[in-house]
């Protein structure tokens, strides 16, 4: 699987199936992303290949840096300094994400109120753990 930003300076290749898909519903993934929460694909670090471009890399917090287009600010990737072996992709920045099927609601404590949560997954009152 492919995908990369919205004006294409960057673009990724995937070449492992994810091990967790998960929609975020904290209060930095809405900023970063100016969504209601953010859909996140799990991947071993050796499974993804950045094909074009550079990301931009912002450290959201002490814990963890969040990686965008440093063009058109799209964003892309989410690394916790804790599990360097794994990077979650923006499930929106791939080509095709029709086949993602969420398994798990992050933050579901801090989640807006006029989102509906798929209660047949997990949820987390904070972050998983």
Not at 5 to 12: E, S, T, V
Not at 95 to 119: A, F, G, R, T
Request: net charge negative; proline share 5%; glycine share 10%.
């Amino acid at each position: 699987m492919v995908g990369g930003c919205l004006c294409g300076a960057i673009r990724y290749e995937v070449l492992v199936s994810p091990t967790t898909v998960a929609n975020c519903h904290c209060s930095m993934c809405r900023k970063h992303s100016g969504a209601a929460y953010l859909t996140y694909l799990a991947i071993v670090r050796e499974g993804f290949s950045l094909i074009k471009g550079e990301l931009a890399i912002f450290r959201s917090s002490d814990q963890a840096i969040r990686c965008h287009c440093g063009t058109c600010g799209s964003p892309l990737t989410f690394e916790f300094d804790a599990d360097p072996d794994v990077v979650w992709i923006t499930a929106g920045s791939l080509d095709d994400p029709n086949w993602i099927i969420p398994s798990e609601n992050w933050y579901i404590n801090s989640k807006l109120d006029w989102v509906e949560l798929d209660h047949s997954i997990h949820g987390w009152p904070e972050g998983p753990g």
